[in-house]
């Protein structure tokens, strides 16, 4: 009989009730242990735990993953309890629980207000309701009791499976001045299978890490003295940016796009008139001039400044679509967290357009924009979907009701046309119009948010933008973002992790490598033939005429995933024939054939030029 | 007879000698004028003037200039005489003349290390020597006395042709703290026929203005909130910038440059290890993360970042040269100047280059980039001519006296070889290395400063390069940097004016506009076949079927400078023929040919792939 799957909250609670029973068992192993906050999180959960001088370290892990066996073992049921708050706090005061007892304080004098001041997991452990606080919830497994909101799964016994993965320091309520504490992460899910299925996920991804490969394949590096989250490309690796930068471009090209150019600065006028600076002056970069009175700051978005480009000059009903496009980079003043990644970065080159077209447009620009954006994922081989963002009832968004159940009816007409796989999301739209966000699916299943197309009814307005219609009024552009990557650093983490390195020939930024069995002058001679034969035809192609045998020369081909690798001697000059070594996700069969020099570098080169995607990833 | 040209040095004496007879005619016209300096200036003169409430106006001078013509005419002498400095100021004081008693004064306090706190020029209308004051100069023409160092022409009948050009206005000394005074300039040549070229160049220099080419063209624009000295590329200017860029990088792929990427903001620690944040800390923007502590700055220059790329691993002897090329834009933190135009800004975009290698690769290397320089400016019309700037005996250079040496040698073979016309300065070198600097001639005489390789000994030490040389030991490499366009903003500046924006079929951004004779379907139907044809060759087309005449349409497409445009109608449909109407500086006869269409669209084609120049500027 097939399994029932469990629903999200069913396996929510398991997770919620994991922390509780890592919490019991490491109050069981270190009765002196201090408790902070312990939510799900995605695939797991965690807790904050502070044990004073004690450190719990990973080899710490079996003996505490032991203890909640044990626990788990003996099915207690989770018992709910009320208290109120005063009574509350005397028990964390009792139990010698001081961050318990913080939150019971805060909470108490604050009511549900204390929400601003902890996220939404910390906040969910502790109190419902929004109004003045009465009693408070906790629930009980065995000897552990916990404040807590719940819910809860019935018994210990009913987890699922679960793995205890790593410990790191976090301070108290995210406060570098407060205590710091240790953070224990696990994951879970309802059955051994899917926990086995994710952690096999863990052990490929590790593998893939875009971090380590990024070294190994020398695609970019990260310097001291430039700061961190602000990687340097280096000649691979801008091949990888470029080429798929101008795929992204020339989709859109396609279909009446023009490239457009601005500067990375621009005083914050620009940002009071969009509305940006009262919203996130505090995130942004500013920039000081010590020559001029002049208060800049470094863009972090491009559609002001190209609003600036339509504005200059009067625009009428016949010009529109005006289809301005740009990969620009964007400054955002971010916390690095993931160092030496490109996952989260400081300097983020977006693969931006903005149209600006009439209401009676829409559906045509969205309908191009999902052609580019589909024709570019099913190049580079991952699956798509997309969630279509709309507007709910609510009166926080901007822009007429007739406006917004015109485009997205517009919007869906678009996606069903284009055959993408979607869903529909009420109360997801920005408020300044709906849009609809691609997912990209990657090889070892991970599911990343990449491209988006979103319509925005509110910067036309904020910047006055205008066209003279064919009745001859002036009437309002409607304004259409989009990226077909993003974020280029965030996707090529994406990218690099999905195929592994294994990159197809068209963005190997090598793509033939010559290997010389050896040092005579005829043999060298030849290869430079070949080199030069193969940048006539526009291929990236590297000669290894070092000294080393044969053999180290392809296992170095292999390490660096090159495409295609062949091997010149007397053989292949006398014949002008080669047996070129296929990189193995590529090869259709595990056989090596004779080809024509000539022809090989040919069919490589039409290989490259049609973008095929020959790798089985 | 042929008349002997003047010696630079008389040339600037007889400017000067007009500054005077300037201040004289405006002390007859208003006896209360207050004088400020007035030196010389690239073709002419100037003198600061304070006039109180009175201020003077272009109105006035034609009767400024017959003052002047009649001191000329009365052909009086220059008198010279000194005076101790006490005395000096006693003259100011009694001839009412405070702003050369400050002067006075500041230079009894200092001596001449007021030199620092004035400009050259300034400077040198008032002492000499560098030792302690005792007597400053005064020169006489006629009833009017002035404290200067001189020289002076002997009369004032032998001051050449001159005319007043504008006044504007000038704080004293440069500190807007200060008065504001009027600044009267004027224009001089030794001959009245010399007067008039310039002038003639004049003219024709304003109706080629960039800045108002830029506007009509449609090439770029700037915006108030935006901010001064930061241009926005509209598509059009978007395609010049490309097309010239892409040139230059190719150019310079052809000899091994591989592109790299770099983020736009820095760390200053780059810049302390660089050197460049002692010498220009205060020049730079400043970037503020209100998120962290970082003391980041915008990169003014490259090359830092650059040896960041090339550090990231290991080189060896035979890795080398490394050469990296990047466009990418630089920020400045200029006051900026000239508003409104591409000649000063503050976001510069640089085509630059940087090769690393060994000592005996330098001629090669040279070479190499020299032939790309010569290239490009041959390919888009300019001649150019080099500097090249050595070191002199001073120890004012860094770096081996052998190795400046042979790198000197080594430069001017590549020049040679190059068929470059050229000429050798010494003292002219950087600091860390010897340089050749590119001078271009436009169409209308003057010459711009604007490609550049220069060799670097500096930098590679102070970020500590280096490869493992054949006998294992750690060399150093030598850097070089190069950029053929300079800033393609201010070469953009210059490139529009050359041509007057009549470009050569590959730059332009439209090349190629097709005109209906009358909006039947039938007619609209084929422009779009013609235009589809022509967009699959890759060339930008435009079509207009707008209703107006055909005459009205030519002119609008006459005055967007479009190489080549074509009717099309009912005979075109039907013979598949076209006449193209060929932009008057590249037709070679005045004479319209009937052609096939694809025929004429194929050798559009071909003459923008090959960068054609067939334009007469």
């Not at 080669?578 to 080809?595: C, E, F, G, N």
Request: with cysteine; aromatic share 8%; hydrophobic share 40%.
């Amino acid at each position: 009989m097939a399994e029932q799957p469990v629903q999200a909250d069913q396996l929510h609670a398991m997770r919620h009730s994991l922390a509780h029973i890592m919490a019991t068992a490491v109050q069981h192993l270190w009765p002196e242990a201090k408790f902070g906050v312990g939510p799900v999180v995605e695939n797991g959960f965690y807790y904050d735990i502070d044990l004073g001088e004690t450190k719990i370290s990973e080899e710490d892990f079996p003996k505490i993953e032991a203890e909640m066996q044990a626990i788990i073992k003996s099915n207690l049921p989770f018992e709910r309890s009320e208290l109120p708050i005063d009574q509350a706090i005397a028990w964390a005061q009792a139990a010698g629980q001081p961050y318990k007892e913080e939150l019971l304080n805060d909470l108490k004098r604050a009511g549900t207000t204390i929400a601003k001041d902890l996220n939404a997991d910390e906040l969910g452990t502790i109190a419902e309701g929004d109004a003045q606080i009465e009693n408070v919830s906790f629930y009980k497994d065995g000897d552990f009791t916990d404040l807590c909101r719940g819910p809860h799964v019935e018994s210990t016994g009913k987890v699922g499976a679960f793995k205890l993965m790593r410990v790191a320091g976090a301070y108290w309520r995210g406060n570098e001045k407060n205590p710091q504490m240790q953070r224990l992460y696990g994951v879970a899910f309802a059955t051994a299978k899917e926990l086995r299925v994710h952690l096999d996920m863990l052990v490929e991804a590790k593998k893939r890490d875009h971090r380590k490969l990024g070294q190994e394949l020398d695609l970019f590096v990260f310097s001291d003295m430039v700061g961190s989250g602000l990687p340097l490309f280096t000649p691979r690796g801008t091949v990888l940016r470029e080429e798929l930068v101008n795929f992204s471009n020339q989709l859109r090209q396609n279909y009446g796009f023009e490239k457009v150019w601005i500067p990375h600065i621009t005083k914050k006028d620009l940002y009071e008139a969009s509305g940006h600076w009262a919203k996130f002056g505090d995130e942004l970069f500013l920039v000081k001039s010590q020559e001029t009175s002049d208060e800049l700051v470094m863009k972090p978005m491009n559609c002001p400044h190209h609003t600036r480009i339509y504005a200059s000059q009067p625009r009428s009903y016949r010009d529109l679509p005006i289809r301005y496009l740009e990969t620009t980079t964007v400054y955002r003043d971010e916390k690095t967290g993931e160092l030496g990644g490109l996952s989260r970065v400081r300097s983020i080159t977006q693969d931006d357009s903005h149209a600006f077209c009439r209401q009676d447009q829409i559906e045509q620009e969205i309908d191009n924009l999902l052609a580019a954006a589909h024709e570019f994922y099913a190049t580079i081989g991952m699956d798509l979907r997309v969630r279509l963002s709309y507007r709910d009832e609510s009166d926080a968004y901007l822009g007429a009701p007739e406006l917004w159940a015109s485009a997205q009816e517009q919007l869906k007409k678009a996606v069903v046309s284009n055959g993408l796989s979607y869903f529909e999301q009420e109360g997801e739209a920005a408020f300044y119009g709906p849009k609809i966000d691609f997912m990209a699916t990657d090889a070892i299943g991970r599911e990343h948010q990449v491209a988006t197309v979103q319509l925005d009814f509110v910067m036309p307005e904020r910047f006055e933008l205008e066209y003279v219609s064919d009745d001859g009024t002036k009437k309002q552009p409607v304004m259409i973002h989009c990226a077909i990557m993003g974020s280029v650093e965030r996707f090529l983490s994406v990218y690099i992790e999905h195929t592994a390195g294994k990159f197809p020939v068209w963005l190997a930024p090598e793509q033939v490598r010559v290997i010389s069995v050896n040092q005579e002058p005829a043999t060298l001679e030849f290869a430079t033939q070949v080199q030069t034969r193969a940048s006539e035809l526009g291929l990236r192609i590297v000669v290894d005429n070092s000294n080393e045998s044969v053999g180290k020369k392809i296992r170095s081909a292999e390490l660096a995933k090159v495409p295609y690798t062949i091997v010149v001697g007397e053989k292949e000059i006398a014949s002008r024939e080669v047996v070129p070594r296929i990189r193995k996700d590529m090869a259709v069969m595990d056989v090596q054939l004779t080809v024509g020099l000539e022809q090989f570098l040919g069919t490589v080169a039409n290989e490259a030029k049609a973008r095929v995607l020959k790798t089985s990833l």
